[in-house]
């Protein structure tokens, strides 16, 4: 496997953990030889294979990763044990940490944020102030925006748009084995 980005001299400190600024080594999807990319901790918190990139200054650290053709860029932040793949993107003021999963052709953007152990998927857009967290999923075209909060067991799928101050959340598991 041909690498197609080194980490640089540039560093900054998040959480005490020492982050690199990356740079492309070689043409891959829109990014040509010599971008700059954004911030990451480790090479296994970027795939060299795919087209996936970490640009402007997105940082990803701990055991995060972005793998497939998935992009963060602008000042989004993922870290722990988070996922970005396939198509997705987060970007702008979004995080996704913990153990979030966001992939298909999710976008994570404006202010929103993805974690514990939740999951976005397919055409998924979550933003503005929107929160997604617990065990929730939200997927197919869903859109979540505004200050929602969607938490607990919830389950969001097709087209459905939650917005403004709403609050979607199932506590018991045992209500999502009939699904």
Known sequence: MEKKYELTDETIEVCERTLHRIRALRDFGDVKAGDIGGFIEKEENLSHEGNCWVGDDAYVCACAQIFGDAKVYGNAKVGRYAKVSNDARVYGNAWVIDDAHVC??????????????????????????????????????????????????????????ITGNTKISIMDPLLMEEE
């Open 104 to 161: 298909g052709n999710a976008e994570v953007y404006g202010n929103a944020r993805v974690y514990d152990n939740a999951e976005a998927f397919g055409g998924t857009k979550i933003y503005e102030n929107a929160k997604v967290y617990g065990n929730a999923r939200v997927g197919s075209r869903a859109r979540v925006f505004g200050n929602a909060k969607i938490f607990g067991e919830a389950r969001i799928f097709g087209d459905a748009e």
